[in-house]
C-alpha cells in the first residue's frame, strides 16, 4: 500500500514539474528564444526534470508515512 | 448539536485558519503581481500590436455588445451548433468559474470575517468549488477523447493542447487532495454531514496517510498545499505570459464584445477612396486593428474549415489556415515594425512583406466563394472572408494580378454593365413580348423590378424573370423595369477585390435610381438584394430592398395570392449563401414550398445556416475549378441523396450551378432545378385575378 502510495505521488510531483518545465520551455520560446536553441533548452530541463524527480523518489521513499497498524 | 460535529469544525477552523490566512495574504500578493504582469503582457503582446493596424469604431451600440458578450461567452450561444464540442466548453468553461467562485470565497472569507465554517457560507462555497472541479473533469475528458482518441481532421494539436489537459488535471486532484488531507488530519471521524459539502475530498481523505506526530503533519500539509499553489500560480503565469490557445480566454471575449454589428453580408468600402494612395491589405499593419484582433482570437477549433467549401472540395483554401498563417506572420512581423523609443512610427517598415504570394498563395487567394460559413460557423465571430476580399483588393487594384478568366469579366463589367459583356440593349428584350413597361416609358410605379444580370443575358434564369412578371401581373403589381438602363449591381466586381469598378457601378445605378426616384426595389437575384440592401447605403443609397422570396410569402400571408394546381412532388430546397447567411432569410422559402400543393418539403442535412455553398459565389462563377473536386457537384450529391423529384433555389447563380452539377451527373432528366417562383407561378396557373 505504502510502494503503491508512493509511486502515485511520485507521478503526482513529476506531473507538476513536466507541467512547469514544458511550460517554461513553450514560454521562453514564445517570447522569441530562437527555435535553434530549443533543442539545448529541452535537454537542460529534461536533465533538471530527471535530477528532481530522482529527488522525489529519494524524498518520499524516505519520509513518506508508514502505514498505522 | 452533535459533539462530533463541533469538535470536527474547531479543529477544521483551526487547520484554515492556520493554513488559510498566510495563503491569502501570499494569494493578494501574488494576485496584485499577475494582474501588474496581465497589464504589462497585453500591452506589449497584443495591444501594440494591434495598434499598427488601421482605425475600425466598435465602440457603438454598446448595450447590444454586451448582451451579445453575454449572450455568447456564458450562454455559449453559438457554440450549441455542435453538441458535442458545446458541450464539452460548456462544462470546462462553468466548472472553471464555479471552482473560482468556490475558491475565492474561501480564500478570502476568513480574511474578511465574513464567514468560517461551519457557517454555511463556507460550507456552500467549499461544495461549489468541488463541484466546479467534478464539471471540469468531464468536460476535460471529453475534450481529451475527442483530440486524442476520435482525432478529428480539423483539430491539430500542438504541445500546448495536451499540456494545458494535464496541467488542469494535476491541479484539481492536488486541490482534492489538500483538502483531503486536511479532513482526515482535523477529526478522527467525519460527521456525516461533510460528505456532502466536500464530497471528492472526503473520498480520497479515506486513502489518505498520514505521519504519526502533530508537526510533521502540519509540515505535510504545506507540502500539499505548495504542491496545489505552485502549479495553480505558475498556470496563471502561463496564461498570461506565453501565446498559449488558453489565450482566447479573454482574446476570444473581446473578439466577441467587438464584433461588427454591421450587416454580415456587407463588405467594408475603402475609405477616401478618391484620395487613397494603397487599396486593400497588402501588408498585414494595413489590416484594421480588429481584424488583428480577429487573427489573435482564433483558438483553432476548425469549425469553419469544416463548413468551408473550398476546403472540402480539396481547394488549397483553408480558413483556419489562412488566419493561423496570418497570426504567425503578424507575430513575426509585427514585433520587427512595432515602433520603439529608437525608431519613430513614421519610418517605412523594415521588413516590407506582401502578404499575397508570401504568407498566402494566389490560389488559396482566389479559392474563396464568399459563402459567409466560415463567419457563421465561427463561435468568436472571427471571418476569413473580409481579409480574403481585402487581400483580393490589393491584388487587383495595387498589382493587377488576378485569374486570367477575370480579364473579360471586368471588360464587360466595365464597358457594358454586365460580366458576360452582353448588349445592354438586350438586357430587358424579354420584357417587351410580356407587355411590361420600362421607367423611362413609365416612371409612375410603385415597385422597380431589378432582375439582375443573370436574367438579362442568360436564357435559362429568363424564364424565372418571366414567371416573376406574369405573377406581378397577376397579382396585378404596380412595377416597371430599368430595362436597358439597368446596371450589374456590383456584387462580382466587389467581391473580387475591383473595388474601383464596384464604386463606377453603384454610382451609375443610383445616378438612375435618383432620377426615377426609385423607394422600393423588388428583386430575384440573392447577390443584387445583397448589395442593394446592405451595400448601396455606403454610398447614399435609400430604399426598400425586398427580395421575390419575401415578396412571395407577403403575398400568401396577406391571402392575395392563394395556389391551387400542384403535382405531387418531392422538393429539397438549396439555400442560398445570400439570402441565408448573408441577410438570415430561411423561412419564407420554406414557407412558400409549404404552400403549392402536392410539395413534399425534404431538407438536406446541410441546410439553412450550414447550407453548402454551390460554389458560384465571390467571383467564382467566372473562373475555372482546376483544383479539387467541383463543389455543385458536391451539393448536388447531397442532393440527390434525397431522391427529390425538384431542387428549389432562389437565386440566378444557385440555379446555374446546380443545373451544371445534374448534367454532370447525368441527371438532368430526372431531376429539375427550379427558382422557387416559377413552381409558384406554375402553381397559379389558372387562378383567376384576385383584384
Excluded at chain 2, 27 to 46: P, S
Aim: aromatic residues 12%.
Amino acid at each position: 500500500m505504502r510502494a503503491i502510495a508512493i509511486v502515485i505521488e511520485v507521478l503526482i510531483l513529476m506531473g507538476v514539474t513536466y507541467c512547469l518545465f514544458l511550460a517554461a520551455r513553450l514560454t521562453i520560446l514564445d517570447l522569441g528564444f530562437q527555435s535553434k536553441y530549443d533543442r539545448f533548452v529541452r535537454w537542460a530541463l529534461g536533465i533538471v526534470g530527471a535530477v528532481i524527480s530522482a529527488f522525489f523518489i529519494a524524498h518520499l521513499t524516505l519520509f513518506y508515512p508508514k502505514l498505522l497498524p | 448539536m452533535d459533539p462530533t460535529y463541533l469538535h470536527f469544525w474547531a479543529k477544521q477552523n483551526a487547520y484554515i485558519l492556520n493554513v488559510i490566512y498566510p495563503i491569502s495574504i501570499g494569494f493578494c500578493i501574488i494576485l496584485i503581481g499577475l494582474a501588474g504582469l496581465f497589464v504589462y503582457t497585453f500591452r506589449q503582446q497584443h495591444y501594440r500590436l494591434w495598434r499598427l493596424g488601421k482605425e475600425e469604431d466598435c465602440s457603438d451600440r454598446i448595450p447590444e455588445r454586451l448582451k451579445t458578450f453575454l449572450n455568447v461567452v456564458f450562454g455559449h450561444a453559438r457554440f450549441w451548433r455542435e453538441g458535442y464540442p458545446g458541450t464539452m466548453h460548456f462544462l470546462i468553461f462553468w466548472g472553471t468559474l464555479f471552482v473560482f467562485l468556490g475558491k475565492g470565497i474561501r480564500l478570502f472569507s476568513p480574511l474578511t470575517g465574513l464567514t468560517v465554517p461551519p457557517q454555511g457560507v463556507y460550507l456552500i462555497a467549499s461544495c461549489i468549488s468541488e463541484i466546479g472541479g467534478v464539471v471540469i473533469l468531464l468536460g476535460a475528458v471529453m475534450a481529451v477523447v475527442r483530440r486524442f482518441v476520435f482525432k478529428p481532421s480539423r483539430l491539430d494539436s500542438k504541445p500546448d493542447d495536451h499540456l494545458k489537459y494535464l496541467w488542469g488535471f494535476v491541479i484539481l486532484l492536488t486541490g482534492y487532495m489538500v483538502k483531503g488531507y486536511r479532513l482526515v488530519l482535523a477529526g478522527g471521524s467525519l460527521p456525516p454531514d461533510s460528505f456532502s459539502w466536500a464530497p471528492i475530498s472526503s473520498i480520497l481523505s479515506q486513502f489518505t496517510l498520514i505521519l504519526p506526530s502533530e508537526p510533521l503533519n502540519e509540515l505535510l500539509v504545506w507540502h500539499r498545499v505548495l504542491i496545489h499553489a505552485i502549479p495553480a500560480v505558475a498556470f496563471f503565469g502561463y496564461i498570461v505570459v506565453s501565446r498559449s490557445s488558453l489565450e482566447h480566454i479573454y482574446l476570444s471575449a473581446l473578439n466577441v464584445f467587438y464584433r461588427s454589428l454591421k450587416p454580415k453580408g456587407a463588405v467594408r468600402p475603402i475609405p477616401n477612396f478618391e484620395e487613397a494612395e494603397t487599396y486593400g491589405v497588402t501588408e498585414i499593419q494595413e489590416f484594421t486593428w480588429k481584424q488583428l484582433l480577429d487573427l489573435e482570437a482564433c483558438t483553432r477549433c476548425g469549425r469553419c474549415q469544416d463548413s468551408c467549401p473550398a476546403h472540402l472540395s480539396e481547394k488549397p483554401l483553408n480558413p483556419k489556415k489562412v488566419i493561423q498563417d496570418l497570426r504567425a506572420h503578424l507575430l513575426t512581423k509585427g514585433g520587427a515594425i512595432i515602433p520603439t523609443n529608437y525608431q519613430p512610427a513614421s519610418e517605412p517598415s523594415p521588413l516590407p512583406s506582401p502578404l499575397v504570394g508570401k504568407v498566402i498563395s494566389e490560389d488559396t487567394l482566389w479559392s474563396c466563394t464568399a459563402c459567409l460559413s466560415c463567419y457563421e460557423q465561427c463561435p468568436v465571430f472571427i471571418s476569413g472572408f473580409d481579409k480574403i476580399i481585402d487581400m483580393r483588393r490589393s491584388s487587383v487594384l495595387m498589382e493587377s494580378r488576378f485569374p486570367v478568366e477575370l480579364k473579360e469579366v471586368f471588360r464587360g463589367l466595365e464597358r457594358r454593365s454586365n460580366p458576360w459583356g452582353g448588349d445592354k440593349s438586350q438586357r430587358a428584350d424579354w420584357v417587351k413580348e410580356l407587355g411590361v413597361r420600362t421607367l423611362a416609358e413609365n416612371p409612375e410605379v410603385e415597385w422597380l423590378y431589378f432582375p439582375g444580370c443573370f436574367k438579362g443575358f442568360d436564357d435559362r434564369n429568363k424564364k424565372v424573370a418571366v414567371a416573376v412578371v406574369k405573377i406581378l401581373q397577376r397579382m396585378e403589381i404596380s412595377f416597371g423595369v430599368l430595362g436597358p438602363e439597368e446596371g450589374c449591381c456590383g456584387d462580382p466586381a466587389r467581391r473580387m477585390g475591383n473595388e474601383y469598378l464596384y464604386s463606377m457601378l453603384v454610382e451609375k445605378n443610383l445616378e438612375t435610381f435618383e432620377r426615377y426616384k426609385i423607394k422600393k426595389i423588388l428583386t430575384t437575384c440573392p447577390h443584387c438584394y445583397n448589395t442593394l440592401k446592405n451595400e448601396y447605403p455606403q454610398f447614399g443609397g435609400k430604399f426598400e430592398v425586398i427580395h421575390e422570396t419575401e415578396f412571395l410569402k407577403t403575398l400568401l400571408d396577406q391571402k392575395k395570392m392563394t395556389l391551387h394546381n400542384g403535382s405531387s412532388l418531392t422538393v429539397t430546397y438549396h439555400d442560398s449563401c445570400y439570402l441565408g447567411r448573408y441577410n438570415q432569410i430561411y423561412e419564407p422559402q420554406r414557407h412558400i414550398l409549404k404552400a403549392i400543393p402536392g410539395v413534399t418539403l425534404k431538407e438536406m442535412e446541410r441546410s439553412r445556416e450550414r447550407s453548402f455553398c454551390c460554389g458560384g459565389g465571390g467571383g467564382r462563377m467566372w473562373m475555372e475549378e482546376h483544383q479539387g473536386k467541383r463543389i455543385n457537384e458536391m451539393r448536388i450529391d447531397q442532393a440527390l441523396a434525397l431522391e427529390p423529384n425538384v431542387i428549389a433555389t432562389a437565386c440566378p447563380y444557385c440555379l446555374t450551378m446546380l443545373e451544371d452539377g445534374l448534367k454532370a451527373r447525368n441527371k438532368d432528366d430526372a431531376v429539375k432545378v427550379y427558382d422557387i417562383a416559377e413552381l409558384v407561378e406554375k402553381s397559379m396557373d389558372d387562378q383567376p385575378k384576385t383584384r
